[in-house]
């Protein structure tokens, strides 16, 4: 009977995307919270992972609110419409008992970008086999939505320079589709309420 050599520890962690993902977390010396601290997700800014327990894969983001930003995920990922394919994909496969919301860190908002961006740096979460984030640098959607916008006008009909999309199609209760084409410019007409 022929046997095979041993492999050693160290080449098996190299092969396992769950090994490699540890491997990460640990030479940051990030510990996730205890089952307590996770349900106490607090509404302040800070950086997070959105962690795949069955893979051991996550997901690195930032929020001003974290309370708010992991309702939105999680909301998103049960409708199957989060703009993350591969984390939904994830979710699909394991189901929402295998993820987790886990605080990592908490920072002063003038501060969230660049900590992001470290830890991103950090944990090389843009590898497939690491990690779930699509882009290399840290985004802020809001300040996207913050950008004053021009050739618009409001329910009633009058031109209006919009600063805030998402505040302007709350305050006239428009719909998510009629924010979204006015957010992607596709929409120079007099807007409907929805």
């Not at 302040?44 to 309370?67: E, H, W």
């Not at 920072?107 to 290399?136: H, Y």
Request: aromatic share 10%; net charge positive; hydrophobic share 35%.
């Amino acid at each position: 009977m022929l046997l095979k050599p041993a492999r050693s520890r160290k080449s098996r962690a190299r092969r396992s995307p769950a090994a490699k993902s540890a491997q990460v977390l640990s030479r940051c010396n990030f510990q996730g919270p205890s089952q307590k601290e996770s349900l106490l997700i607090p509404r302040t800014s800070g950086i997070y992972f959105i962690v795949c327990k069955a893979t051991g894969r996550f997901y690195v983001g930032s929020a001003l609110d974290l309370l708010m930003r992991r309702r939105t995920h999680w909301n998103a990922l049960r409708g199957g419409k989060h703009g993350n394919k591969y984390l939904q994909r994830a979710w699909r496969r394991h189901g929402e008992a295998n993820f987790e919301f886990q605080v990592v860190e908490l920072v002063r908002p003038s501060r969230l970008l660049a900590t992001e961006q470290s830890w991103l740096n950090k944990t090389r979460c843009i590898d497939r086999s690491i990690g779930f984030n699509i882009l290399p640098r840290a985004f802020s959607s809001s300040s996207a939505a913050v950008q004053p916008r021009k050739g618009f006008f409001d329910p009633s009909g009058r031109p209006v320079i919009i600063k805030n999309l998402h505040k302007f199609c709350r305050q006239n209760r428009l719909s998510f589709t009629a924010m979204a084409q006015l957010y992607h410019g596709r929409s120079k007409l007099k807007s409907h309420k929805g």
